[in-house]
């Protein structure tokens, strides 16, 4: 069935660094919802993209359904931007509402 | 490899019945969960479980009870569903990997309360 890769599944960063976090999809997806995980388990709506590129503040994010993959890149990251961060795809295939990649937990230091 | 099973796919349950959600998971995961998703809240908690015979009431408990008798299953109950609690509800294991949790996600469950 459709499947969700997603990687890494742990990041480590110093403030002020950034990186990517990234999902490959088996099969040509509709679009993609990223969310963050809070402390009390619920998953806050990060973006939501049919295509094309996305930004708020320091986050940005990225989906090319053709090429099967989308992203999530954090820059200048802060303290408060630890978290566990989940992509979810919506396939073409009928019946499947979200397709869930299975978490980057990402740590920043000081 | 990991699996959770969510039943029925698609329910349509009248306001004032009765309605359960179920869910099976097949990792060996102590930890599940329910989420409800709706436009513009993300997938917000119901209830959660650390293990057969415990429930926990999670960000939005009310009109909810939760049940997990095994390891394996943990259900979602609406005694008095309200078109209110129409919405898509994914189940969720977890595991403790290096201290950090992943999670594995059912399919969903479409339910229009009417």
């Known amino acids: 069935g459709d499947q969700v890769e997603q990687s890494p599944s742990a990041l480590s960063l110093h403030e002020g660094t950034g990186s990517a976090l990234r999902c490959n999809f088996t099969?040509?997806?509709?679009?993609v919802q990223w969310f963050r995980k809070n402390s009390r388990g619920s998953l806050i709506n990060l973006f939501y993209?049919?295509?094309g590129t996305k930004e708020n503040g320091r986050l940005k994010s990225a989906f090319d359904s053709k090429e099967r993959y989308s992203t999530l890149h954090i820059r200048d990251a802060q303290l408060e931007d630890s978290g566990t961060y989940f992509c979810?795809?919506?396939?073409?295939?009928?019946?499947?509402?979200?397709?869930f990649g299975t978490g980057t937990t990402v740590s920043v230091s000081p | 490899e990991a699996a959770v099973t969510q039943s029925p796919r698609n329910k349509v349950a009248v306001t004032g019945g009765k309605v359960t959600l179920s869910c099976n998971q097949t990792?060996?995961?102590?930890?599940m969960y329910w989420y409800r998703q709706d436009t513009g809240h993300g997938l917000r908690l119901i209830h959660y479980?650390?293990?057969?015979?415990?429930?926990e009431k999670g960000d939005i408990p009310d009109g909810y009870k939760a049940s997990r008798p095994s390891q394996e299953n943990f259900s979602l109950i609406l005694e008095l569903a309200t078109p209110s609690q129409t919405s898509v509800y994914f189940c969720?294991?977890?595991?403790?990997?290096?201290?950090?949790?992943?999670?594995?996600f059912g399919h969903g469950t479409k339910l229009s309360v009417l």
């Open positions: 099969t040509t997806m509709r679009a």
């Open positions: 990792n060996n995961h102590n930890n």
């Open positions: 979810a795809a919506v396939s073409y295939q009928g019946g499947r509402a979200l397709i």
């Open positions: 993209l049919a295509s």
């Open positions: 969720a294991s977890g595991d403790r990997f290096l201290s950090n949790e992943r999670l594995f």
């Open positions: 479980s650390y293990g057969a015979g415990s429930t």
